[in-house]
């Protein structure tokens, strides 16, 4: 049995927060954090909550794999994560299109303006944990190349068990 990572998405603004199943096979979305706000507190909470070993942070790089002025601030954060919680692990994982893939999801499910600021930051964490969790499941995966993140192939929400014009499905695969 895998012990538990928790997944964070930073932003400037928000910080949205996944956790993996026991057996390492799923990712979740559980929270939003205020970036602004006692953040390293609340992630304290969930840390003990959820029993992880692992934090995962993303790295934001460019769309040509190089990093930027965010990626250095992102290093800043990673070495709060590591003075403020010593006994857990930090690991990266690049982070690229997450947000986007999330909100065009989101789009897709017809979620509202404001539905769709309030989970963004959770679905893209979800989106980084999950394509970690899968390169851990995959042979040969770990040897320094990382996974492109796409999109999911099933849904993220129930609203994208609609529909064009609103009406449900009768079945998942139509």
Known sequence: MMRRILALDVGTVRIGVAVSDPLGAFAQGIAVLQAK???MDELAQLIEEYGAKTILVGMPRRTDGSTG??????????ARLRERFPDIGIE??????TTTIAQQALLEADV??????ERVDKV???LLLQNYLDSLNVPNSRDGAEAEISAPSMPLLPEDNRKKGGKRRDRAYE
Do not use: H, L
């Not at 002025?69 to 990673?78: G, L, Q, V, Y």
């Not at 990266?92 to 299109?97: H, I, K």
């Open 124 to 126: 893209a964490a979800t």
């Open 112 to 117: 509202s303006r404001k539905g769709r600021k």
């Open 37 to 39: 706000g006692q953040w």
């Open 69 to 78: 002025p965010e990626a250095e601030n992102m290093e800043k954060t990673i």
């Open 92 to 97: 990266v994982w690049d982070e690229r299109f």
